[in-house]
């Protein structure tokens, strides 16, 4: 290729896309340029709908202008802080504000860059807090069938979807799951937590029967499942959970990463069904999506077992060059005040309600299978094609684009989780574009 080449933007042969159909999208690309509020602009100048908060972070709705000011400020005043034996206020001043978001004892912050490094390092402490008691066998891990905590080794050893896992082979070692919690002949069609499955938690009371709560370190679950297709758990699910991690001694991690900051109406799905963790992990909604930021949120009692009784000076030996970067620590901190000033879980729970009633009023519409809302989340499962799974759910999503409305997909179910800033004018505009686009489509 010549050097004119390589400079024209519109080559499209060199970006490796992730998690995306490569050839297809190269060969009919859906291309967004600008975005604000509820919507982005695509290359040809259509205003598209974000039904999925770009990839279920983007809470405080597109360009915010509070995010961009306090972003631009920030570059110009503090680009970079080394984090490793160096500090700047605002990471204490974040850390501070989000201690007082997660549910108590959550109120020791370690930040990264990702939720799946935020899944890595809340692994990573677990293993620490146990040999810091003087437990160093408990070294297992426990995921569950259809998770997604992210695609590290970590992530992806614990995690439970099959396509992301069969393509590498190796994982961490040690590593069990208990079932999913999906069980569309007693829990078609529900609302919120489904009625039935509280029981399958007890998977977790037979795993530690078969390898020895002494070689279990952790438990990490999402409380609404969310990438393999919106599960909310059952009632009482997470309750069970909770109760046999602490009779064995097992931390129990949420994976919060896309239930955290507003997306059921409440800063945390803890809080919601609440039901406290030992560890949260966290991403996405805490910078709005606009920079990268992850982390963690452990219990006092885990910092304190790994700093008090450390041999060393330095207590856990872990950490990203851009932990707390100074950009995404204002973007963040903006992000929060945003959140609180305008109100917006607040309006994601007054809108579960009206998101529930016109989701489910889909349930006539061509295809559909089963319908699952909570909070401002809706898996809109599709029957299959013959022969060609996911295939219908893809030209739903390319059909939708075409109309204005970008929605997310796994296998045949559509997913949508739009800006917390949304009206019922917004959800009507989805349930209309869904119902008409199902009605096109093979
Ligand atoms: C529950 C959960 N954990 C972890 C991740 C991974 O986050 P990231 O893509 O920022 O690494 C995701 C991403 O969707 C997620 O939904």
Redesign the pocket.
């Known amino acids: 290729m010549d050097r004119e080449d390589s400079m024209n933007p519109n080559t499209l042969e060199n970006y490796w896309m992730p998690f995306t159909a490569n050839r297809d999208f190269k060969a009919d690309p859906r291309m967004v340029v600008s975005a604000e509020g509820m919507y982005y602009t695509s290359e040809d100048g259509r205003q598209i709908m974000d039904g999925s908060a770009g990839?279920?972070c983007a809470n405080a709705g597109h360009s915010h202008p509070l995010i961009v000011e306090a972003i631009s400020s920030t570059a110009k005043t503090l680009d970079f802080a080394p984090m490793f034996n160096f500090g700047h206020p605002e990471a204490f001043r974040l850390a501070a504000q989000l201690a007082t978001l997660f549910p108590d004892p959550l109120n020791r912050i370690f930040f990264a860059n990702?939720?799946?490094?935020?899944?890595d390092t809340a692994l990573k402490i677990s293993l620490a807090y146990h040999k810091a008691r003087g437990k160093a066998g408990k070294t297992r891990f426990i995921g569950r069938e259809r998770?997604?905590?992210?695609?590290?080794f970590g992530?992806i050893s614990v995690g439970g979807i099959v396509a992301n896992r069969k393509q590498f082979n190796t994982h961490l070692p040690g590593v069990d799951h208990m079932r999913h919690t999906h069980d569309p002949d007693r829990n078609r069609f529900t609302r919120g937590a489904v009625s039935h499955g509280a029981e399958l938690a007890d998977d977790l009371e037979r795993l530690v029967a078969l390898h020895g709560a002494e070689t279990i370190a952790a438990v990490i679950v999402?409380p609404v499942a969310?990438?393999t297709g919106v599960l909310p758990p059952p009632q009482g699910y997470l309750e069970r959970l909770r109760e046999i991690a602490t009779k064995h001694d097992i931390l129990l991690i949420f994976?919060?990463?896309?239930?955290g900051f507003g997306r059921l109406g409440r800063a945390t799905a803890s809080e919601y069904f609440g039901v406290t963790p030992d560890l949260i992990?966290f991403?996405?909604g805490v910078t709005s999506g606009t920079i990268?930021m992850?982390g963690v949120a452990a219990a006092q009692f885990i910092y304190d077992a790994v700093v008090e009784n450390s041999e060393t000076p330095i207590e856990l030996f872990h950490g990203y060059t851009y932990s707390a970067h100074p950009v995404a620590t204002a973007a963040a901190l903006a992000t929060l005040r945003a959140y609180t000033e305008e109100g917006m879980f607040e309006n994601a729970a007054n809108l579960e309600q009206a998101w529930g009633d016109a989701f489910h009023a889909l349930k006539d519409a061509a295809y559909v299978t089963d319908i699952r809302t909570i909070g401002l989340v809706a898996g809109v499962e599709l029957a299959s094609r013959d022969g060609a799974p996911g295939a219908r759910a893809y030209e739903v999503m390319k059909r939708a684009w075409a109309k204005g409305l970008m929605v997310r997909v796994t296998g045949d179910i559509i997913a949508l989780s739009p800006p917390l800033i949304l009206s019922e004018a917004d959800i009507g505009f989805m349930t209309d574009t869904l119902r008409g686009v199902l009605a096109e489509t093979a």
């Open positions: 990839l279920w990702s939720g799946s490094e935020a899944v998770g997604y905590h992210g695609v590290g992530g999402e969310g990438s994976d919060e990463v896309i239930t992990t991403a996405k990268p992850g």
